[in-house]
C-alpha cells in the first residue's frame, strides 16, 4: 500500500525567503502525487499535481514541485514566501488501483516578518 | 471550476441525536465522493468512498451504521451522523472526484460539535 511521510511538522520562515516542504512516498509503481494547503477551519485547496511527464510540475499561488522517482520524493518549492501563505499543508499519494488518497501528516508552516 | 460545497459550516447538537451534512459538487458531476475526518493538528483521515447510486465502502474501524452515507446523485452526498456522542466531535470534510480525471476537490469542511 502506497504511504507519504511528511519528515517537517513544523516550519518557520521569513517573509521573502524560499521555502522547501518535503514529502517522501512509498509505492511500487509511479504514483499519483499531490500537494494541497490548508488554511485554519477551512477545507483544502489543490496546488499542484503530477500524474506524468514533465517532473517539474507548477501550482497555483507560485509553488512548484518536482517528482524525482529516485529520491521518491515530491517536495514543494516557492522562491519567496508571503505572509499569506502560513497554512497546513498537506503531501498526498494516489495509486492506479483506486481513486482514495494517503495523505501525509502535514507541515504547518509560519512566515514571520 | 471544482467547487465543492459543504452544509452547514458547523452544527452543534445534543448527544444522542442524528446530524445530516451535505456535499455537493457545484459544476461538475462526481461519479465518486469521499468523507474525510480531521482532529485538531492531525491529517485527513479517510471513513468512507461512495460512489453514485451504489453503496458507500467504508474504511476499517468506520462504524458504517454510525455514519450513514448517501450518494444519490451525481452531485451531492450525504453523511448522516446517527446518535451522535460527544466523541463524535470533530471536522468532517468530504472531496469530490469528476467523472474524468483523478483530483478530489475539497469542501470547506463542517465542524461538529456534541454536547
Known amino acids: 500500500a502506497q504511504s507519504v511521510t511528511q519528515p517537517d511538522i513544523h516550519i518557520t520562515v521569513s517573509e521573502g525567503a524560499s521555502l522547501e516542504l518535503r514529502c517522501n512516498y512509498s509505492y511500487g509503481a509511479t504514483p499519483y502525487l499531490f500537494w494541497y494547503v490548508q488554511s485554519p477551519g477551512q477545507g483544502l485547496q489543490l496546488l499542484l499535481k503530477?500524474?506524468?511527464?514533465?517532473?517539474l510540475v507548477q501550482g497555483i499561488k507560485g509553488f512548484e514541485a518536482e517528482f524525482k522517482r529516485s529520491q521518491s520524493s515530491f517536495n514543494l518549492r516557492k522562491p519567496s514566501v508571503h505572509w499569506s501563505d502560513a497554512a497546513e499543508y498537506f503531501c498526498a499519494v494516489g495509486s492506479y488501483t483506486g481513486y482514495a488518497l494517503n495523505f501525509g501528516k502535514g507541515t504547518s508552516l509560519l512566515v514571520t516578518p | 471550476g471544482a467547487v465543492v460545497s459543504q452544509h452547514p459550516s458547523w452544527v452543534i447538537c445534543k448527544s444522542g441525536t442524528s446530524v445530516k451534512i451535505e456535499c455537493r459538487s457545484l459544476d461538475f458531476q462526481a461519479t465518486t465522493m469521499f468523507w474525510y475526518r480531521q482532529f485538531p493538528k492531525q491529517s485527513l483521515m479517510l471513513m468512507a468512498t461512495?460512489?453514485?447510486?451504489?453503496?458507500?465502502?467504508?474504511e476499517q474501524g468506520v462504524e458504517k451504521d454510525k455514519f450513514l452515507i448517501n450518494h444519490a446523485s451525481l452531485t451531492l452526498s450525504t453523511l448522516t451522523v446517527t446518535s451522535a456522542h460527544p466523541e463524535d466531535s470533530s471536522f468532517y470534510i468530504c472531496?469530490?472526484?469528476?467523472?474524468?480525471?483523478?483530483?478530489?476537490?475539497f469542501g470547506p469542511g463542517t465542524r461538529l460539535l456534541v454536547l
Open positions: 503530477y500524474f506524468s511527464g514533465d517532473t
Open positions: 461512495s460512489n453514485e447510486g451504489s453503496k458507500a465502502t467504508y
Open positions: 472531496s469530490a472526484r469528476p467523472q474524468q480525471g483523478r483530483t478530489q476537490y
